[in-house]
């Protein structure tokens, strides 16, 4: 049996954790540089005419006449709660699976007791407890059938308490007769549209399809899904991520830029960053891909983007010889007079760092891999880019992305700890 435990509106619980003022009220969380409303919880979403993935400058009476709390994105508060969710699922079995930022499979055969519904609803009661986070809880067979079982406990949590368990051949066909098939897991957008023109429009419709003709038409990872809805389990739990073939980052600018040397520094940023999860995973980089545009929006402002992929000598993951050579190669794409609105950087070509084949004309510096090791544990210790390049420059706030509604990070800076504020009561 699997169980898929789902964070219900995840950033904006986050941000109702530490504060019970928001309890049972409308929250929405926007995103980057407070652009446009990318997570909301139940209050909100209740609140018809302020969509998700709506501009906030077009909504922005409508989230004050229906007084919505409105927050920056918080990602660093958001990545320690969502560790904390995992640790705890570590509790209920010794294979966790973290597949998003707010999910997780979990391994519980042999361990889930004789009640699976009253086992599933200990571990939503031991998440919220521990964090203040709700849960969904999803159980059945196999990974696919648990994602449908997770749907259907949040979309009836009234009735099922975020709670529910696909435990008979009876529940299996109720929920996929129930479930569409553009809403099963692994079906995508085009897939979706083929299988409603043959006339198949929920998940039970797409079971009843022979073997043959989805091998045919979805390939052999259609098969795998087909055969985990008849209950055949096909996707097992990953608990080591795969190596990531590419790692990048690319961020808007809180302004339009025009100086190069602070696109610069941006940008000697960023590598900064995908060179630390490179190491993170005992890997080094062949490729690096640096790309820079102007915003497409704008209709007063000159147009223009490019990219370039330049190959390095030798494979690596030092983080001093990566910036140096994004500089050349922003060099190489930078045109003088466009106001710029986003520069980007991607690691490929990712190999292991065991297997980088060596250079005669470009040898490797003595020392490296101890210089980066040390900026990785004072980082860690001290707080994420305590120590740096000096490429990077120290004017941050002048291109760092727009944040004024960012709430506290409360759980990873001491300076913005939740404050609890006592009444003294009076001597007897």
Partial sequence: MVALIDCNSFYASCEQVFRPDLWGKPVVVLSNNDGCVIAANREAKALTDIPMFEPVFKIREQLKAHQVNVFSSNYAFYGEMSQRVMN????????????????S???????????????????????????????????????????????????????????????????????????????????????????????????????????????RHMTVVGLRIWDELNGRPRLGIQE?????????????????????????????????????????????????NVFLHTNRFSVKDAQYSNSITITLPVATNDTLRLIASAKKALYQIYKPGYRYKKVGVCLLGIVPQEFVQGNLFHPEKKNVQALMETFD??????????????????????????????????????????VIHTKKQPPA
């Fill in 105 to 215: 499979f979990i391994d519980v055969t042999g361990i889930i007791s004789a009640d699976a519904t009253a086992y599933a609803a200990q571990i939503r009661d031991r998440v919220y407890r521990y964090t203040g986070l709700p849960v969904g809880v999803g159980v059945a067979k196999t990974k696919v059938l648990a994602k449908a079982a997770n749907r259907i406990a949040k979309k009836f949590h009234r009735q099922l308490n975020t709670v529910y368990v696909i435990d008979t051949e009876e529940k299996r066909i109720k929920a996929l007769k129930w479930l569409k098939v553009e809403d099963v897991w692994g079906i995508g957008r085009q897939h979706a549209k083929r299988l409603k023109s043959i006339g198949v429009h929920t998940a039970y419709e797409f079971t009843k399809l022979s073997a043959g003709w989805v091998r």
């Fill in 240 to 288: 080591m991520p795969k190596p990531k073939k590419g790692i990048g980052t690319a961020k808007s600018f809180g302004r339009p830029l025009e100086d190069l040397g602070l696109i610069e520094e941006a940008c000697a940023y960023y590598i900064s960053e995908v060179a630390e999860v490179l190491r993170a995973q005992k890997s080094c980089a062949t490729f690096i």
């Fill in 88 to 103: 705890i699922l570590h509790q209920f079995s010794p294979q966790v699976e973290v597949y998003s930022i707010d999910e």
């Fill in 377 to 418: 544990r004072l980082n860690y210790k001290y707080g994420k880019a305590k120590v740096y390049s000096a490429l990077c420059g120290n004017r941050k706030k002048e291109w760092q992305l727009i944040q004024e509604e960012r709430g506290p990070r409360y759980t990873t800076r001491w300076d913005e700890l939740a």
